[in-house]
């Protein structure tokens, strides 16, 4: 098994809802901001959100005001929740950590990734 799991993903109409959960190992989770990348068929990948170990996130304008990344240091876990869910979210969503470093986020470790797909 890999050292970050993801979870939580599918399929949803417009407008609906999804969360995504990452459990992580301790020594990972506790030492590295944490974050959600994804994929869409023909596109280059993109940082969709990030939360740094004193819980300061960052995301993607795309998707402001309808995503929350949150992390559960208890259960090494970060989960990103996502609402009205649109079309063009649908893609592979990928879990990961690293550190930060002027405000940007460097991960170096992937989870394996994990399929959303929102229907028009």
């Known amino acids: 098994q890999g050292e970050l799991v993801e979870s939580g993903g599918g399929l949803v109409q417009a407008g609906g809802s999804l969360n995504l959960s990452c459990a992580a190992s301790?020594?990972?989770?506790?030492?590295?901001?944490m974050g959600w990348y994804r994929q869409a068929p023909g596109k280059q990948r993109e940082l969709v959100a990030f939360i740094t170990t004193s819980s300061s996130t960052n995301y993607l304008d795309a998707v402001k005001g309808r995503f929350t990344i949150s992390r559960d240091n208890a259960k090494n876990t970060v989960l990103l929740q996502m609402s009205s869910l649109k079309p063009e979210d649908t893609a592979v969503y990928y879990c990961c950590a690293g550190p930060t470093f002027l405000k940007k986020f460097l991960p170096n470790y992937w989870g394996q990734g994990t399929q959303v797909t929102v229907s028009s």
């Open positions: 301790r020594n990972i989770f506790s030492l590295n901001a």
